[in-house]
């Protein structure tokens, strides 16, 4: 059998994500068949049988949802920790470029945290009306999101049996580096204006969400946080690691560097994930206003102020910049 | 109306079968009236003062509480209105024994975000209503269960519900507690308040103020 399917982590994870998945699948069933009888506004045996089995769908969510979002910070370490059995790689980069179907899992887990959070929200929106206005439109995130975490489950079947240890595959330098004359960054960006484009942005975000511009809100923190994703790869991390050539995004998660990644990517993906499920679930479900504002600001400025820490201490220790 | 039930079920399930305990109560109580649930263990009173809390769901049918259909509530609002709107009154007091009298009866306003010299006061207020106030530093575990019963009263009362749920209130009480107990019960009437006390207890057969008892036998209201 693969190595890597009997190394402890994997199978830790892979155990833990089918246990989730079979929840799932049982709050998947009983939800489809509330959602196809439900009417409120009866006082039959049916709805009032129905009311006890929709609680029960949302305590099965609460928990495993809140599970997957442990989930994909264990994936990471899981990947991390696999670089020792992959030729070639020094961390989770090279290991998650192992083959075609790495990169589309990270992906995908990333896009189903971002709907959790915004069925999180609708849950949240809905436990507070009387009548349980926001049910419907709730079960309906929840069914797709089943449907993606159908495939996610799929993906990570694929992915660790086909992870091949006898392959060498590239290390984060060569996977992150700049080859010859190549610009990794978007929109033909230099390092100095994706510096200036990620504290505009940071700025933009804090401001419409004070204004309770919720469409223009929702621009800026999906910019900034495609813009942040670069700054800390190309400019940041080579704060982090202390080394102008080394642009990696997960080689910050280990120990060497105090786990700084962790901070990073929790406080930026948490803190943008929680303001657009506010901002899309204000404008779905005609709120009146958002109503993370604290939130957002706190976990937004800590990383902003996380990385520009790193470059600061580097400057005030050795008197230049790299 | 300030208590309206329409056509009430509540079925449990045990070891796979369906065990009816209410059967097709409809029943409409108005503001200020004082009602006896008469009935045998089993009958099914306490099940229905459970309903009327809001802290039970019944298998079918409607439980309004001026016009708010409590068993239709999500929990969170469930608890806002009996908080605001219901006291309760148990067989076996339900205090906690650690505590004073006037901390338990304190307890029901921690919530409520109140100011603490508003609670106080009111806490007071209480504890003279359910005459218990020489005993509010005492602590509940050394009470008798006359005084037991009186801090229930009076934590009941702290909030001033406009519906008071008594279930067997005099079951742990001799003749002369159960007859004190009955008096302000009177007063609590007198002041408005809309009771409902489930009980076996025949003391409550004939009271001496205005009352409606109602047989229940089998989980059925009797004409």
């Given amino acids: ?322 | 109306m300030m208590i309206q039930i329409e056509e009430l079920y509540k079925t449990f399930s045990h070891v796979g079968n369906d065990v009816p305990v209410l059967k097709d109560i409809s029943l409409n109580i108005h503001k200020g009236e004082c009602v006896v649930l008469q009935g045998v263990s089993g009958s099914g009173k306490t099940t229905l003062l459970s309903l009327i809390a809001g802290l039970d769901k019944p298998s079918s049918g409607k439980v309004l509480i001026e016009d708010e259909p409590i068993s239709k509530l999500p929990d969170l609002f469930a608890s806002e209105l009996r908080a605001k709107k219901i006291g309760m009154i148990f067989q076996h007091f339900n205090l906690f024994e650690h505590l004073s009298v006037g901390e338990n009866v304190t307890i029901p306003l921690i919530p409520s975000g109140m100011k603490l010299n508003v609670i106080h006061e009111k806490v007071d207020v209480a504890l003279h209503l359910a005459n218990i106030i020489h005993k509010k530093e005492s602590l509940a575990s050394r009470l008798s269960g006359g005084e037991k019963q009186r801090t229930a009263i009076a934590r009941a009362l702290v909030a001033n519900p406009d519906i008071i749920l008594c279930d067997e209130p005099t079951a742990n009480l001799d003749r002369e507690n159960s007859l004190l107990f009955i008096d302000i019960i009177k007063e609590l009437h007198s002041m408005g308040k809309t009771i409902v006390i489930a009980t076996h207890d025949p003391l409550f057969d004939h009271l001496d103020f205005e009352s409606t008892v109602i047989p229940m036998v089998d989980g059925k209201i009797v004409k």
């Fill in chain 1, 1 to 322: 059998m693969n190595e890597v399917l009997l190394s402890n982590q994997v199978i830790v994870y892979l155990l833990s994500e089918s246990i989730l998945f079979l929840l799932l699948f049982v709050a998947f069933i009983v939800s489809l068949k509330v959602l196809m009888k439900w009417d409120f506004e009866r006082f039959t045996p049916l709805q009032f049988a129905l009311e006890r089995e929709a609680y029960l769908v949302t305590t099965i969510l609460l928990f495993t949802f809140s599970m997957k979002f442990l989930m994909i910070i264990y994936f990471i370490f899981s990947i991390d920790a696999l670089s020792l059995l992959v030729p070639g790689a020094m961390c989770a980069a090279g290991v998650i470029t192992a083959n075609e179907y790495g990169s589309y899992l990270l992906i995908l887990k990333l896009v189903i945290l971002f709907f959790l959070t915004l069925w999180f929200y609708i849950n949240t929106y809905d436990m507070r009306t009387k009548n349980h206005q926001w049910f419907k439109k709730k079960s309906w995130v929840f069914s797709f999101i089943f449907l993606l975490i159908v495939i996610e489950l799929v993906l990570d079947l694929k992915y660790f049996s086909n992870i091949d240890t006898h392959l060498p595959v590239s290390c984060c330098s060569a996977l992150f580096g700049q080859l010859e004359g190549a610009n990794p960054l978007p929109f033909g960006l230099t390092v100095p204006l994706l510096l200036v484009l990620f504290y505009l942005l940071y700025v933009l975000v804090l401001l419409t969400l004070k204004t309770n511009q919720t469409l223009l809100y929702i621009l800026a923190n999906i910019l900034f946080v495609y813009i942040a994703y670069y700054a800390v790869v190309y400019f940041f991390g080579t704060y982090i690691y202390e080394l102008p050539t080394h642009k990696c995004p997960f080689c910050m998660l280990q120990a060497e560097y105090m786990y700084v990644g962790y901070f990073l990517w929790i406080s930026l993906f948490v803190g943008t994930y929680i303001g657009l499920s506010d901002a899309i679930s204000t404008l779905w479900l005609k709120l009146s206003h958002t109503r993370s504002q604290k939130t957002v600001t706190y976990l937004l400025s800590f990383f902003v102020l996380l990385c520009t820490a790193y470059v600061a201490i580097y400057y005030f220790k050795n008197g230049v910049l790299l």
